[in-house]
């Protein structure tokens, strides 16, 4: 059975860092683009990183450029999420998901979602 497991979100003080991580079960992660979005309360959902199975391209949204960062560990099936410079608007539930595809979507549409882990940023 498919399954996607986030862990590593927490309680953090502005500016600091931390770094999430994904497991995937019963599929090979580096074969598909890997997605990690968030969800703030009150809010839709948000997609802020994607990173393309095989070539590894990766891709941003503009409110987590240069502060996040996408990356795998294919030999563990696990992909991360490094986020540093934090901010009080980061405070969200994070999930990680999968495409059945390489190709990061243009429209972040995904089909294969863990259960979310919390990230709060304050002080």
């Known amino acids: 059975q498919v399954q996607i497991q986030e862990s590593g979100g927490g309680l953090v003080q502005p500016g600091e860092s931390l770094k999430l991580s994904c497991v995937g079960s019963?599929?090979?992660?580096?074969?598909?683009?890997i997605g990690w979005f968030r969800q703030a309360p009150g809010k839709g959902r948000e997609g802020v990183a994607c990173?393309?199975?095989?070539?590894?391209?990766?891709g941003y949204a503009d409110s987590v450029k240069g502060r996040f960062t996408i990356s795998r560990d294919n030999a563990n099936n696990t992909a991360y999420l490094q986020m540093d410079s934090l901010k009080p608007e980061d405070t969200a539930v994070y999930y990680c998901?999968?495409?059945?595809?390489?190709?990061?979507?243009?429209?972040?549409?995904?089909?294969?979602w863990g259960q979310g882990t919390q990230v709060t940023v304050s002080s």
């Open positions: 019963s599929f090979v992660m580096a074969s598909f683009a």
């Open positions: 990173s393309s199975g095989r070539d590894g391209v990766t």
């Open positions: 998901a999968t495409k059945w595809s390489p190709r990061c979507p243009s429209n972040w549409m995904f089909d294969q």
